[in-house]
């Protein structure tokens, strides 16, 4: 049997980048958030029969002040808007400010034609990118660049960046809005209207927040109820004026105007529904002597909330369950060989890729965890006694359970299950998701018909070294797993190319199989290549980042109490 590692990697080996040994990765600090907003003019059009299709990326350096030196990471990419070349993006990007740091930012704008495609692997065609930093946009407030594109001279396509500071009040607000008697803008129908809500910039100007969906051929719509922030509306400030303006759709992408109004959160929250404002089109007002409007918008119910924070809820009493699948298939190479993506050198003092992986995701995830249970799983290899081929296996091999006691046992437990498998294949990743979907869904059952508080959240390490043989499968397991308390992190090690795997990764909107769709995002994917040479408490920041925030969406769209504390 091997030796369990309780306090520390195998052989007290320090962390790879220096930190003392035993010591778990160091908790991330908050600093000042900034909130980009952006819109884009005048862009190239690339696609034939219709307009572009932007979404913009958003990198930031990591690691150097220097330009030329650093590396790029996503930040984050804004909603994929259709047929538009002067996008106005609802979808902030909220990255962490530092005064006293130089931070390089890089925005991409991309025309994409599909959701499933990979931007990075040319799955878009580059509309146009600009480069600043953003200690010069937050100086300024808004900040207006020239999109350039390499091997063309300079356009007209242009950016423009609102920066502001995140404010720390936040509630949630449920609206249902309709509207009647709305102008008629289409010859052959009626309008197909929708709302946007834009928020007021410290410099007077106005940025889209959020869009309802759009109703066909109707003067008298009724949207379906939505929910944003007050964070999001309006940056938490009561007072702050918020223009809610009246699109009519067209099937070229384009919008007519129908009118606007303006109000407050504040008038807004002490109003009397249902509310009646109405909607004014400034220039028709102008050249008609008796108009009056061009309809009104009805706020039916509004309803504010606390929104809790994934501190809240984990200080509420809600635990991170920590559930690992390792990926034993023979494309990792005879671990028998120094080659091998499965070789222990001996002694131990070195650790490999996976086990590397394991120590740096479970060393936060045990933080969060009172009993330190955690189950463990192998897929893809032949096991003892008999040598048969299960769809996955206890990490523990001969245990009847599969939970591991702490990080450690669960690396005792692979360095042990090495020892005895047979590698096989083929990479098929779906029974482990479902497993864990398995469990999640008899907790999600159990919270909804009690209407009890969430008191464990499943987080799965999915570590393999190839393109998995069954995508739709995994796929649909991830979308099924979405209605559920858990996320799933997939960390491919080894050299392999891991394009496809991008699109398990919903970026670019929420993932879709087989005319199903997510409720929610709850996957990240790295390839562990990108950390090989940096700290592993690198790798753990990275691939925990999005884990509050799906937490956090899970909570609220089942509308889930709070635990007591």
Known sequence: MATPYPTGPPGGAPYPGGAASGAPPPAAEFKTQVQLLISCSNLVDKDVLSKSDPVCVV??????????????????????????????????????????????????????????????????????????QLGKIVAAGSLELTLERKGHSKGKSKIKIVAEEVSTADENVEMTWTATNLDKKDFFGKSDPFLQFDRANPDGSFAPVHRTEIIKNTLNPSWRPFSTSTRQLCN?????????????????????????????????????????????????????????????????????????????????????????????????????????????????????????????????CEQYDTDKLFPAFGFGAKVPPNYAFPPIFNLGIGSPQPECQGVG?????????????????????????????????????????????????????????????????????????????????????????????????????????????????????????????RPPEALAKDVLAEVPTQLVEYMRLHQLPIGGS
């Open 409 to 533: 046992g669960i690396l005792a437990a692979y360095q042990s299950a090495i020892t005895q498998v047979q590698l096989w294949g083929p990479t098929n990743a779906a029974p482990v998701v479902n497993a864990v979907a398995d469990f999640a869904e008899r907790e999600h059952n159990r919270l909804i018909r009690q209407k009890l508080p969430c008191k464990s959240y499943q987080i799965l390490l999915l570590l393999t070294d190839g393109i998995l043989t069954d995508m739709d499968q995994t796929m649909m397991a991830i979308i099924r797993g979405s209605e559920f308390p858990m996320s799933v992190i997939i960390v491919g090690v080894g050299g392999a190319d891991f394009s496809n795997m991008e699109a398990l990764d919903a970026d670019d909107g929420l993932l879709q199989c087989r005319g199903k769709r997510a409720a929610r995002d709850i996957v990240q994917f790295v390839p562990f290549s990108q950390y090989a040479s």
């Open 236 to 364: 938490g400030d009561d007072s702050r004026q918020i223009k809610i303006e009246c699109h009519d759709w067209d099937n070229d992408g384009s919008t007519d105007y129908i009118g606007c109004c303006t109000t407050t959160l504040h008038d807004l929250r002490k109003a009397r529904v249902p509310l009646n404002l109405e909607l004014v089109n400034a220039e028709k007002a102008k050249k008609k002597k008796n108009y009056r409007n061009s309809g009104v918008a009805h706020l039916q119910v509004i309803k504010l909330t606390r929104n809790y924070t994934f501190l809240d809820y984990i200080s509420h009493g809600c635990e991170l369950n920590f559930v690992v699948g390792v990926d034993f298939t023979g494309s990792n190479g005879d671990p028998n060989k120094p080659t091998s993506l499965h070789y222990i050198a001996p002694g131990g003092g070195t650790m490999n890729e996976y086990q590397r992986a394991l120590w740096a995701v479970g060393s936060i």
């Open 59 to 132: 990198d930031m350096m990591q690691g150097s002040i220097d330009a030329s030196q650093g590396q790029y990471m996503e930040a984050g990419r804004t909603e994929h808007i259709k047929d538009n070349l002067n996008p106005s993006f609802t979808k902030g990007i909220t990255v962490n400010y530092f005064f006293e740091e130089i931070q390089h930012l890089h925005f991409i704008v991309y025309d994409v034609d599909s959701l499933s495609q990979n931007l990075r692997s040319g799955g878009g065609d580059l509309l146009g990118e600009a480069k600043t």
